[in-house]
């Protein structure tokens, strides 16, 4: 739990970096729920087919 917390974190704080203020559109609870909950599948993607 607290992994998946943290992520959530460092989401927020990536697109806050990139100049996605929170409220925007796509800059809300859900949309960072949503990229912390599939980053390990997405990290796993990117490992497999060698991009990362």
Do not use: W
């Not at 409220?23 to 912390?36: P, S």
């Amino acid at each position: 739990m607290i992994n998946a917390s943290l992520r959530h974190e460092i989401v927020h704080a990536f697109m806050y970096e990139a100049g996605i203020e929170f409220g925007y559109q796509f800059h809300n609870e859900d949309v960072v729920n949503y990229i912390a909950t599939i980053f390990p599948k997405l990290e796993e993607a990117f490992k497999t087919t060698k991009c990362i």
